[in-house]
C-alpha cells in the first residue's frame, strides 16, 4: 500500500502502479490543484480549499498475501501527514504524523498518541515517548518484541515496549565520517528516510544523505 499525502495528488505514484493489481494507492490532495486531468489512484480523496490539518476519513489497510488480500478497514481521525506505516505481530499499527507517532489498535481501531507531542524537536530521550518531542518522522519499524524504531529529522529513536519510553539509538552525534564504526550515539547523518528491522533486531536505515547504515542492536548499538 501507498499513501500519497501532498498539496497535488499523488498522480505520479497512481501512473507507476496503475497495472500492478497488488498495490493499494491512496492519495490525499488538494482538489482544485495540479494536475488537470488527475490520474485514478485506487482512492482518491479530495480536499476542498481551506481544509485543516485534521480530518475524518475512512482508510483501508491492506495486506496482500499470495491467496488474496486480508482488508481491515479503519474508521477515525488520522493526521493527514500519516507518510509512513508499520505492523506489529499484534496486528497494531502505527502511523507517522505531525511530529508524532500514532498506534492504531488492530482489534478496535481505536486511534493513540504513542510517541511524541506534535511539537517539533528531541527531547525526552529515558521517559515517557508520549511526553517528548520528535522531529518529522519519516520511516518506521517494530522489532520481534515489539519496540518501534522512529526514523526522522532528529536522527533513529526507539520507543520500548516494555516501559513505552523512548530513547535515542543512533544519530544527533558529531562524527560525520561515512566509514565511522563505533557507538551509534556518536554518529552524525541527514534524517533518517527509511528504515527495517531485520530478523535479529538489526535495524538498517537509509539516510538523507543517500547512504545505508546499519546499528548492530546486538552490540550495544554500534554502527
Given at each position: 500500500?501507498?499513501?500519497?499525502?501532498?498539496?497535488?495528488?499523488?498522480?505520479?505514484?497512481?501512473?507507476?502502479?496503475?497495472?500492478?493489481?497488488?498495490?493499494?494507492?491512496?492519495?490525499?490532495?488538494?482538489?482544485?490543484?495540479?494536475?488537470?486531468?488527475?490520474?485514478?489512484?485506487?482512492?482518491?480523496?479530495?480536499?476542498?480549499?481551506?481544509?485543516?490539518?485534521v480530518?475524518?476519513?475512512?482508510?483501508?489497510?491492506?495486506?496482500?498475501?499470495?491467496?488474496?488480500?486480508?482488508?481491515?478497514?479503519?474508521?477515525?481521525?488520522?493526521?493527514?501527514?500519516?507518510?509512513?506505516?508499520?505492523?506489529?505481530?499484534q496486528?497494531?499499527?502505527?502511523?507517522?504524523?505531525?511530529?508524532?507517532?500514532?498506534?492504531?489498535?488492530?482489534?478496535?481501531?481505536?486511534?493513540?498518541?504513542?510517541?511524541?507531542?506534535?511539537?517539533?524537536?528531541?527531547?525526552?530521550?529515558?521517559?515517557?515517548?508520549?511526553?517528548?518531542?520528535?522531529?518529522?518522522?519519516?520511516?518506521?519499524?517494530?522489532?520481534?518484541?515489539?519496540?518501534?524504531?522512529?526514523?526522522?529529522?532528529?536522527?533513529?529513536?526507539e520507543?520500548?515496549?516494555?516501559?513505552?519510553?523512548?530513547?535515542?539509538?543512533?544519530?544527533?552525534?558529531?562524527?560525520?565520517?561515512p566509514?565511522?564504526?563505533?557507538?551509534?550515539?556518536?554518529?552524525?547523518?541527514?534524517?533518517?528516510?527509511?528504515?527495517?528491522?531485520?530478523?535479529?533486531?538489526?535495524?538498517?536505515f537509509?539516510?538523507?544523505?543517500?547512504?545505508?547504515?546499519?546499528?548492530?542492536?546486538?552490540?550495544?548499538?554500534?554502527?
Amino acid at each position: 500500500m501507498v499513501v500519497d499525502t501532498d498539496v497535488h495528488q499523488g498522480n505520479g505514484t497512481a501512473a507507476i502502479f496503475a497495472r500492478d493489481s497488488s498495490v493499494f494507492t491512496l492519495s490525499l490532495h488538494q482538489e482544485k490543484n495540479y494536475p488537470v486531468p488527475k490520474m485514478q489512484s485506487d482512492l482518491d480523496v479530495n480536499l476542498a480549499d481551506g481544509t485543516g490539518d485534521v480530518f475524518t476519513v475512512s482508510y483501508a489497510i491492506s495486506e496482500i498475501t499470495p491467496g488474496g488480500a486480508s482488508v481491515l478497514t479503519l474508521a477515525n481521525t488520522f493526521p493527514t501527514d500519516s507518510r509512513c506505516l508499520a505492523r506489529d505481530a499484534q496486528n497494531n499499527f502505527y502511523l507517522c504524523g505531525i511530529n508524532q507517532v500514532e498506534r492504531v489498535d488492530g482489534q478496535t481501531g481505536a486511534v493513540t498518541a504513542y510517541a511524541g507531542t506534535g511539537v517539533s524537536g528531541d527531547s525526552g530521550d529515558d521517559g515517557p515517548a508520549t511526553a517528548a518531542e520528535i522531529d518529522y518522522p519519516q520511516a518506521l519499524g517494530v522489532d520481534a518484541q515489539g519496540n518501534l524504531f522512529i526514523g526522522g529529522d532528529d536522527g533513529l529513536r526507539e520507543v520500548l515496549a516494555a516501559t513505552g519510553q523512548i530513547k535515542t539509538v543512533a544519530g544527533r552525534g558529531e562524527n560525520f565520517d561515512p566509514g565511522f564504526s563505533g557507538a551509534a550515539t556518536e554518529a552524525g547523518f541527514g534524517a533518517v528516510t527509511s528504515l527495517v528491522v531485520s530478523p535479529a533486531g538489526n535495524v538498517f536505515f537509509g539516510t538523507a544523505d543517500r547512504e545505508i547504515r546499519e546499528v548492530k542492536t546486538a552490540a550495544a548499538l554500534r554502527l
